[in-house]
């Protein structure tokens, strides 16, 4: 018997863990890898948005000036705090505290939809629509093309707390409360390149 | 033994025939309609992939013959230029994206697990929804021919043609949504491949043991998940313009039709390497087997076959060459597409210096590798000529770029492709292919394919338009053309030669055996076809070619294939750590599930309404999909999903 063989199997003596479990679990991999082809989504929206605000266009970009921030303010503080109370609850999952994770993702799951209606709101308010020019459809694209995430971010969460209420999390097992964490984290920070392109570089010249 | 268990120290016993029919019972698929429907076997999948390819490279195929009578002589009006224009759009949408990456999964998908020492793929429901998805997208694309309305601009669908307002039916619609149907395949797919890649492998199967295969399926498909969502939120922004009267590509109100040019080319490029390297890999592989040595220069071809993807990402404007951008732009986008023959010049060397050093057996896989090399060669130079800035402007849409993209694409793609059937059919179906009609399928393929495109390139260098419907005689295209078409329906018939062996020999080729070609790697340890649980333990090994460690001497240590962890208590494999290789963790596998075929149905349904415009329908699809995905995703306990209590 030789080095490697010995090393890798024979005997095989330490307990090998069993199951979905955290992040070793083919789950978070699977959704690690689909939030990095989607992060790629944004990044090509917000070469288009620059691409158009750098080619020459007549008056000034955005046409309409720059746009008001309230509702993306209120935004960004939902998308924050969600990551925050996310991360609680799956710490509290971790750690075996089931009225924890239930309140955690009860609070994430209303800042979900809190974010979702700002959103809509900061919409409604808008003198233009998505075909006035190529700014307005790109403002609606992207915000709409994020909304879309947020979407599918708040009902994974609903979906985990309602598994969080029928109990099927404990510490070993509760891989879909951290990837429904992690996927909101994604929807944060994407957010946050939502912000500064849409909201923010405007106000920079 | 409860469910609850979270951890197990795994058996390690020696190969029974007990233990095979255990495995057997527990991992065979129920058969018929049901089994199909439900299958969850990557190497059922597998097949599918390949069967459902090649029926759409016939597809294709039947679309460019028809597309060669048309040429064949000057004036002619075989069909309308509407119809031509169909002809051709589908031809090259058929071909370049429901064929010929669809074929490499295929291969990847039957071969992954067995080249990695693994039991199955990482994500086996994911494996069939996204051959369910390629399946129902690729129909979706040819119901445009039943209602009349194919897509008509090209497979680059260049807008202000592609726009509503030079383009009023819906063939254009197929088109947008097609694509982005697929790319939920590719996608779903692409994440599938790498994080199998990364952890669902053998003990040992280091990074620098993979077959290189490996690295050209591993590098596509993580460029895959980069690129394709470029060609996905264009075609929506297009649709959008389409449906909406959005501003993105349209010319008047602002919008910016080349801004169409630059998504679509920085997805089609690195598109274009995804669908050559894992051939490439195939090539890799196999060829040192009929050259009863390893490949040389292993470290500098997976090097080679990475770097070549990542330069892919950043060549994307030399299709863009004539679209008048400033010349510092154009330069350095010459600069990196003259590059990219580095590290292809690098395989290149080392396919050749492996049959030079090695004993080449001429058998018919051996001609479909070296012939590849000729071509790839040949499309090489073709490629890197028009990589200089001066002469694209000067051959931009002509001919030659027609014969350039066929010399990479039959020659990279098709022609490994074959090879690769004729390698690995004895695998798969335990039978080996004719060698004597295999010879004739490969002299009858190349002389066909060198007579169809090669005088393609003179064509182009006289300054045939592609894409034209017809042309004048006085133009002295006339002989060049009428070549071309006798080449591409003797290429045809050499194709047809493929499918008559592939058909004959399923039941009537000789006997293979597990290793009838004596190759090194995992795969033909395994009897032929494989069983349904590919290893009965889980395999470790200790070097790059655990078949051939005798007679090499190389690695550490001696591979173990008849001896490991037998992980029979549910379907079972294991994960190992991403780098090393070393052991982490039992997986446990789900289950044949209607699952992925119906959220297939669901998706159709959501892309049926939106490509007839009717709204309700299109969301109850989309909440259709979204139920269906919460049921698929339910935590279940005998998947160590969800805790159960202790007394249970």
């Known amino acids: 018997m030789n080095r490697s063989v010995a090393r890798t199997a024979f005997p095989y003596q330490p307990a090998l863990p069993l199951g979905s479990i955290g992040r070793r679990s083919s789950g978070f991999w699977g959704v690690v890898f689909l939030i990095l082809s989607e992060a790629s989504i944004f990044a090509y929206l917000f070469f288009s948005y620059f691409y158009f605000s750098v080619q020459p266009h007549p008056g000034p970009w955005p046409p309409s000036g720059p746009p008001d921030v309230t509702w993306a303010v209120l935004q960004t503080a939902a998308a924050l705090i969600g990551c925050v109370t996310m991360w609680w609850a799956d710490r509290a999952a971790a750690r075996h505290a089931r009225a924890g994770l239930v309140v955690g993702l009860a609070i994430s799951f209303g800042l979900s939809l809190a974010f979702i209606a700002f959103q809509i709101l900061d919409w409604h308010g808008k003198p233009f629509g998505l075909a006035t020019n190529p700014y307005s459809s790109l403002y609606f694209t992207i915000g709409g093309v994020h909304l879309g995430h947020a979407i599918v971010g708040a009902v994974m969460i609903g979906a985990v707390l309602l598994w969080s209420c029928l109990g099927y999390f404990g510490p070993a097992r509760h891989v879909p409360v951290t990837v429904a964490a992690v996927y909101w984290y994604f929807v944060a920070v994407v957010w946050l390149g939502v912000l500064f392109t849409l909201y923010v570089s405007p106000y920079l010249g | ?648």
């Not at chain 2, 254009?172 to 952890?199: C, M, P």
């Not at chain 2, 290189?212 to 313009?241: E, F, Q, R």
């Not at chain 2, 892309?607 to 309700?616: H, N």
């Open chain 2, 1 to 648: 033994m409860t469910i609850a268990e979270h951890e197990r120290v795994p058996e390690i016993r020696v190969v029974t025939p007990a233990l095979e029919e255990k495995l057997e019972r527990m991992w065979e698929s129920p058969p018929g309609l049901r089994g199909w429907l439900s299958t969850v076997d990557h190497k059922e999948i597998g097949i599918m992939y390949l069967v459902t390819a090649f029926a759409f490279l016939v597809a294709g195929g039947l679309e460019a013959l028809v597309i060669r009578l048309q040429l064949a002589g000057p004036n002619q009006h075989l069909v309308t230029p509407e119809q031509y224009n169909e002809l051709f759009s589908m031809h090259g949408t058929t071909m370049i994206f429901w064929y010929s990456f669809p074929i490499l999964s295929g291969f990847s998908n039957y071969f992954w697990p067995l080249l990695l020492g693994s039991r199955d793929m990482a994500f086996p429901r994911v494996n069939a929804f996204s051959y369910w998805v390629f399946l129902a997208s690729g129909l979706f694309l040819y119901c445009s021919f039943l209602v009349g309305a194919a897509p008509n601009d090209g497979w680059f669908n260049y807008p202000p043609y592609a726009s509503r307002e030079y383009n009023p039916g819906p063939n254009i619609d197929f088109y947008l949504l097609g694509l982005i149907f697929f790319g939920i395949s590719l996608t779903a797919g692409g994440i599938n491949f790498v994080v199998t890649t990364l952890r669902t492998r053998c003990p040992g199967m280091s990074v620098n043991r993979f077959p290189i295969v490996v690295w050209g399926t591993l590098s596509a498909n993580a460029a895959g998940l980069l690129a394709v969502p470029t060609v996905s939120i264009a075609c929506l922004m297009l649709w959008m313009d389409r449906q909406f009267g959005t501003h993105f590509f349209s010319a008047d109100n602002g919008g910016q039709p080349l801004l169409w040019q630059h998504l679509f080319w920085m997805f089609a490029h690195p598109w274009v390497y995804m669908i050559v390297l894992p051939a490439m890999g195939i090539v890799s592989d196999a060829l040192p087997v009929f050259c009863r040595r390893p490949l040389v220069g292993y470290t500098a071809v997976a090097l080679s076959t990475v770097v070549t993807m990542m330069i892919g990402f950043g060549v994307w404007v030399h299709h863009m060459f004539a679209t008048g951008l400033p010349s510092l732009g154009m330069s350095f986008f010459a600069a990196t597409s003259i590059l990219i023959s580095l590290p292809s010049g690098v395989q290149v060397f080392a396919w050749l210096a492996t049959i030079w050093t090695g004993r080449p057996i001429f058998t018919a896989a051996f001609y479909f590798f070296a012939g590849f090399v000729v071509l790839f060669v040949i499309g090489g130079v073709s490629g890197f000529v028009t990589g200089s800035v001066p002469v694209d402007w000067q051959l931009t849409d002509t001919y030659w770029v027609v014969a350039h993209i066929h010399y990479v694409l039959i020659g990279i793609n098709l022609f490994p492709v074959i090879g690769g059937v004729y390698f690995w059919f004895p695998k798969i179906t335990g039978r080996l292919l004719n060698e004597r009609l295999g010879k004739w399928n490969f002299w009858v393929m190349f002389v066909g394919f060198n007579l169809a495109f090669f005088p393609m390139h003179i064509t182009g260098l006289m300054g045939m338009p592609r894409r034209v419907y017809t042309y004048p005689a006085e133009m002295g295209w006339s002989t060049l053309n009428m070549i071309t078409t006798v080449g591409a329906f003797i290429l045809a018939v050499g194709i047809l030669l493929f499918f008559i062996n592939v058909f004959v020999s399923r039941r009537r080729g000789a006997i293979a055996g597990p290793n009838p070609w004596d190759a090194p790697s995992l795969e033909w340890s395994v009897p032929s076809p494989p069983p349904p649980y590919n290893f009965a333990v889980i395999p470790s090994i200790a070097s790059r070619h655990p078949l051939w460690e005798e007679r090499l001497q190389e690695g550490d240590g001696q591979s173990m294939l008849d001896r490991g962890m037998v992980l029979d208590h549910h379907h079972e494999t294991l994960a190992v750590g991403a780098i090393d290789g070393e052991p982490d963790l039992i997986l446990k596998m789900p289950s044949e599930s209607y699952m992925p075929v119906l959220t297939t149905i669901c998706i159709s349904v959501l892309f049926a309404g939106l490509v007839a415009a009717i709204w309700w329908l299109a969301i109850v699809g989309a909440v259709a999909t979204a139920l269906a995905v919460i049921i698929w995703l339910w935590p279940l306990p005998e998947a160590g999903q969800r805790e159960v209590p202790a007394d249970e």
